[in-house]
């Protein structure tokens, strides 16, 4: 199979790495990038080897093909007895040092059928896939280690940038897809709150639409909007959004009049709207249907 | 393997590092200077005399950044030369029929049919362009155009195939690279600053797992002989659950723990960290909007002190006023 080695394939796989999206844990991180490497550079085992100090002091190491022999893999004294032990007919290996920091990593494919040889091309697309994999890896561990907050204002999330007249200077895909949502027929560059962001003086304004929430914040020159789909907590009054923070977070009536200052028929009157603009009949209702929302966490009562 | 194959797996490796460059350094060029420096790094894997780098809305016909590199005549020259016969540039109609594709000059006429052009001819030779590679991506929703061409003056060395796709690969990172640094150029301080660039990670021995490469500039310009794998001693303190903060004299660094490990984070001065403690309470209750004899009472101190308190803040910040004050404490966001 003839493989280019700047494929779109390998070019869309290194966008994927960098972008890195959601908080998937260490191994289901590593067990989706391997088997997209496997997708470029068919392999039947792999060992991928963190360390630090150049390598001479392991930190992480993980070995794909032969679940729950990485003891023994380990423990094999040299190459050639590794590789009878564990049927390996052709590797290949690529390996990266950082300078300053003296972190080190090492990439090993394996492959077991006799005339199954690796190219000089799988061999070179390894050696350039190499460090995109680790610094993925890296941002994954930072990402898993931020709070749920930081982490989700992250780059996922439909963004967009534009000028003060409101003319859009960068999109990303979620946010183009949110405004063909909310105006099938819309072709940019003009956003449609343009007036709005024209005359305004103020560093952050929001707009509702239909389908899509949108809030800009004022950079220089230049508005940084991040949109998302409306949600029926966008239907709620400040008031009512708070009332039903507290109730979902599980705080009584009167533990929630308390807290904000009003009294309880105020707190009765707004929880009776929350209950009908969510569609919900009782407080534990609203708290799934205040989570499912994406609504935030309020006190505990 | 033969001298071909460490050719391909060297020139390979240099695209790897190129691109690992590129997204690791989104945070750290300041968005004026990013297409400068990002083609001087693509110059590592193709070579290339000059160049043009242009973002536009409405498929080019309004443009609002252009990046003219290494150019022999001042770049509004050459801008001012090309916009003359833009309309009826064939590379161009070549490359918007080929979004993505990276497309060189030869492929769309030959050398001596583009010398012979009446337009393209003399401007080719006033600016030394022999050969071009062109490529551009645009969205037909948000009619936002992006186009980079880099170009050769020597009439022997014209671009190989391979270098072409090269240079495909390589746009949509160029690309996406260029968007979020604009991006991270208008986020907000707070959270948003702990990204993998600004951050770290070491188990409890001070070992680094991970060092951002902002993280980095900064730990070497406080600590300038620091090698790793561990943290610089003075460093190591911060993982005391009491003394998570260090304060040097170019940054500040921070240490949350997390299970196993440490997230370091580290950002330059500001204005903010050279504050005392009472300095920072009565900036607090100033931006508040309390008057000066309510926030002395408010924090049990003479009003003479609060004055004097008062006008060191402004004087450390360089600021007049409170409006300007409740700014620049909301700009500083909430402390890690």
Known sequence: MNRHLYSDAAGEFILALHRGVDGRDASAFRAWAMSEVGKLIPHDGAFWLSGSDEGTHILDSC???????????????????????????AEIVTTRSETHTALFDSLSLYRSAADAEFSAADQALLSLLLPQLVAARRRNMVQRMQTPQCAAESNAGAYAICDTQGMLYRTNEAFTALMLLEAPQWQGPWLPWREQLAATRQRRLSFQGKEMVVHARRAEDLFHLRARRRTLLDDLSPAELRVARELAGGASYKAAARRLGLSPSTVNNHA?????????????TLAMRWRELGGTAGERG | ?????????????????????????????????????????????????????????????????????????????WLADYGRFKQDDPLALAVFAHK???????????????????????????????????????????????????????????????????MQFLF?????????????????????????????????????????????????????????????????????????????????????????????????????????AGERRVAEVLAEGL????????????????????????RKLGIEGRAALVQRLAQAGQRP
């Open chain 1, 63 to 89: 070995l794909l093909g032969w679940p729950g022999r990485e003891a023994e893999w380990l423990a094999a004294g040299t190459e050639d007895v590794r590789r009878q032990r564990f049927g390996i007919a």
């Open chain 1, 272 to 284: 009776a709207l929350v209950y009908r603009k969510l569609g919900v009949h009782d407080k534990v």
């Open chain 2, 1 to 77: 393997m033969s001298r071909k194959d460490t050719a391909l797996t060297d020139h390979a490796a240099a695209v790897g590092d190129v691109l690992l460059d590129l997204y690791g350094h989104v945070g750290v060029v300041p968005a004026a200077e990013f297409k400068s420096w990002a083609l001087d790094r693509l110059r590592r894997v193709l070579r290339f005399d000059s160049a043009f780098w242009a973002e536009g809305a409405e498929f080019g016909a309004t443009i609002f950044d252009v990046h003219i590199h290494d150019s022999v005549h001042p770049a509004a020259e």
């Open chain 2, 100 to 166: 993505g594709r990276t497309i060189h000059d030869v492929d769309v006429m030959p050398r001596e049919a583009w010398l012979a052009h009446p337009e393209y001819g003399p401007f080719c030779r006033k600016h030394r362009i022999a050969y071009t590679l062109c490529t551009m991506d645009y969205d037909p929703v948000t009619t936002l155009v992006e186009v980079i061409s880099v170009y050769r003056a020597s009439a022997k060395t014209p671009y190989t195939a391979a270098e072409q796709q090269c």
């Open chain 2, 172 to 276: 949509p990172h160029l690309l996406e690279t260029r968007r979020r640094n604009l991006q991270a150029e208008c986020a907000s301080v707070g959270c948003r600053d702990v990204s993998a660039e600004t951050a770290a990670i070491c188990n409890r021995h001070g070992v680094l797992h991970h060092a951002g490469e902002h993280f980095i500039q900064l730990l070497r310009r406080e600590f300038p002989r620091w090698r790793g794998p561990h943290l610089p001693p003075a460093l190591q303190d911060i993982m005391e659950p009491r003394r998570s903060v260090f304060s040097g004299r170019h940054a500040v660094f921070t240490a949350r723990p997390r299970s196993a490990f440490h997230l370091l984070h580290a950002r330059q001065h500001t204005p903010q960290d050279t504050l005392t």
């Open chain 2, 291 to 314: 008057s000066y004899r309510a926030g002395a009472e408010r924090l049990g101190i003479a009003v003479s002190t609060f004055n004097k308190h008062a006008s060191t803040v402004y």
